[in-house]
C-alpha cells in the first residue's frame, strides 16, 4: 500500500518482541522500497545468522546487493534462495531481473520463461519491478540486436558493449521511476 515507513516501523517493534528470520526479511523488503539497501542488506543477513534455510532473507540479501551495484553477489544469493525453494516464482523473477541488470539478456529471458508455468500473472512486492511478461517484451525489444551482433561477433564491440549498457540503464530508470510513484 505504499506505507513502507510505516511498515519499517511496525515490523522494528516486532523484532524487539520477538527477532525472527520471517521479521528480518519483511522489515527488509520495507527498506528495500525505501531505497536502503544497507539497511536491507544487514536485515537479511541477521535473518541469515539466526536460520541459514529461511530462504526470504536471501531474496532480501540479493536484492539489497543489487542496490549496491555487487550483482555477482545477488546471483549467488538468488540462487542459494532457489536451490531451497525451486518452485518459488518469486526467486526466479528476482534472478531474471538480475541477469537483465547484468547484461545477460539471453538468460535473462529463459529465467524469466522458467518463471511464468510457476505463476503468469506474478509481479514482485517490490517497486521498480514489472511481470515477467513485461520484462521479457522489454527484453525482446531491446536486447535482440545484441544478442544477434554477439552471436555473428563474440568478441565484444563498443556498439554491443553500449547496447547492454543502454538496457541496464533502461531497467535502472523503471525501477527509479516506479519507486518515485510509490
Given at each position: 500500500?505504499?506505507?513502507?515507513?510505516?511498515?519499517?516501523?511496525?515490523?522494528?517493534?516486532?523484532i524487539?518482541?520477538?527477532?525472527?528470520?520471517?521479521?528480518?526479511?519483511?522489515?527488509?523488503?520495507?527498506?528495500?522500497?525505501?531505497?536502503?539497501?544497507?539497511?536491507?542488506?544487514?536485515?537479511?543477513?541477521?535473518?541469515?545468522?539466526?536460520?541459514?534455510?529461511?530462504?526470504?532473507?536471501?531474496?532480501?540479501?540479493?536484492?539489497?546487493?543489487?542496490?549496491?551495484?555487487?550483482?555477482?553477489?545477488?546471483?549467488?544469493?538468488?540462487?542459494?534462495?532457489?536451490?531451497?525453494?525451486?518452485?518459488?516464482?518469486?526467486?526466479?523473477?528476482?534472478?531474471?531481473?538480475?541477469?537483465?541488470?547484468?547484461?545477460?539478456?539471453?538468460?535473462?529471458?529463459?529465467?524469466?520463461?522458467?518463471?511464468?508455468?510457476?505463476?503468469?500473472?506474478?509481479?514482485?512486492?517490490?517497486?521498480?519491478?514489472?511481470?515477467?511478461?513485461?520484462?521479457?517484451?522489454?527484453?525482446?525489444?531491446?536486447?535482440?540486436?545484441?544478442?544477434?551482433?554477439?552471436?555473428?561477433?563474440?568478441?565484444?564491440?563498443?556498439?554491443?558493449?553500449?547496447?547492454?549498457?543502454?538496457?541496464?540503464?533502461?531497467?535502472?530508470?523503471?525501477?527509479?521511476?516506479t519507486?518515485?510513484?510509490?
Amino acid at each position: 500500500m505504499g506505507q513502507y515507513e510505516k511498515s519499517v516501523e511496525v515490523i522494528s517493534k516486532g523484532i524487539l518482541l520477538d527477532p525472527k528470520p520471517v521479521r528480518y526479511a519483511n522489515r527488509g523488503y520495507g527498506y528495500l522500497a525505501l531505497g536502503n539497501y544497507s539497511a536491507a542488506l544487514s536485515d537479511a543477513d541477521t535473518g541469515i545468522s539466526l536460520n541459514a534455510n529461511y530462504a526470504p532473507d536471501y531474496g532480501v540479501q540479493a536484492l539489497a546487493l543489487k542496490g549496491t551495484g555487487k550483482i555477482n553477489e545477488a546471483l549467488a544469493a538468488i540462487d542459494t534462495a532457489i536451490a531451497l525453494e525451486p518452485e518459488n516464482v518469486h526467486y526466479w523473477h528476482v534472478k531474471g531481473n538480475l541477469l537483465a541488470a547484468n547484461g545477460n539478456c539471453t538468460g535473462a529471458r529463459e529465467t524469466l520463461e522458467r518463471s511464468l508455468p510457476l505463476d503468469p500473472d506474478y509481479n514482485l512486492p517490490y517497486p521498480g519491478f514489472s511481470r515477467a511478461r513485461e520484462t521479457l517484451a522489454f527484453l525482446n525489444a531491446t536486447c535482440i540486436p545484441v544478442v544477434q551482433q554477439a552471436s555473428a561477433n563474440p568478441v565484444p564491440t563498443k556498439s554491443s558493449l553500449g547496447g547492454i549498457a543502454a538496457i541496464s540503464g533502461m531497467i535502472a530508470l523503471l525501477a527509479v521511476g516506479t519507486r518515485k510513484k510509490a
